[in-house]
């Protein structure tokens, strides 16, 4: 399986603010994801972060809160924008590649970034 | 609709006994996958299972498919407190062309405590 890095770990944000987090793969992956786990909550998936092209954003995720950038094959990051205390959850990046899982859809996950907005 | 829905949604047991969660879901999948997370961190793959399959050995790690009823089993024998954690099943219903993109939908999760 793949190693993936998140930073940072966690972080305290005051309202308003915008926060960017990173996703770094050692090695070349196809596709990388973002998710969001809000309290106590389950996973859901914000979008697809595609290499040399605009993010796949799910149903309820916009660009303009969430926008994502994936300049290599190997990294990704993930703003969140303008925040307000709804956004405290831990956001989680997840990889997938052909190579690492065959015809298996096994995705990989980062450690996660705790994020809380006061 | 949910997919992927888990149960229970908290479960504790001694340390040796088998623990089991099921997870349901609603339309046809390519495969099912189930997760752990220990305390909201990352979460760790554990297993996956083909539609076509309807059993899976993994370690201590038991999983069942049945597609007829959409539900799936993970079975931990033996457990140990570290076993401590939350964990997810996720449905995938994507097309398989190696490698494309696969949305993976998660479950609300059970919570399993092993206590010493």
């Known amino acids: 399986s793949a190693v993936i890095s998140q930073k940072p770990s966690r972080d305290i944000c005051q309202r308003g603010t915008s926060l960017t987090i990173q996703c770094q793969v050692d090695s070349q992956v196809t596709m990388m994801f973002w998710y969001r786990q809000q309290p106590g909550q389950s996973l859901t998936l914000i979008a697809t972060a595609n290499q040399g092209s605009e993010a796949t954003y799910e149903s309820g995720f916009v660009i303009d809160k969430f926008p994502i950038s994936r300049p290599n094959l190997t990294f990704s990051t993930l703003t969140v924008s303008n925040m307000s205390p709804e956004d405290s959850s831990i956001y989680l990046c997840s990889v997938e590649d052909f190579l690492l899982a065959g015809f298996n859809n096994e995705q990989f996950f980062g450690p996660g970034t705790r994020l809380t907005v006061l | 609709s949910q997919q992927g829905e888990e149960d229970p949604q908290a479960l504790s047991i001694q340390e040796g006994e088998n623990a089991t969660m099921n997870c349901s879901y609603k339309?046809?999948?390519?495969?099912l996958q189930w997760y752990r997370q220990n305390s909201g961190r990352g979460l760790v793959h554990l297993i996956l299972?083909?539609?076509?399959?309807r059993e899976k050995h993994s370690g201590r790690l038991r999983v069942t498919l049945d597609t007829s009823k959409k539900s799936s089993s993970l079975l931990i024998t033996a457990s140990r407190a570290a076993d401590t954690a939350s964990y997810f099943c996720?449905?995938?219903?994507?097309?398989?062309?190696?490698?494309?993109?696969?949305?993976?939908?998660f479950g609300k999760g059970t919570l399993l405590t092993v206590n010493p």
């Open positions: 339309t046809s999948i390519n495969n």
């Open positions: 996720a449905t995938d219903a994507g097309q398989n062309s190696g490698g494309s993109n696969y949305k993976l939908t």
């Open positions: 299972i083909r539609s076509n399959e």
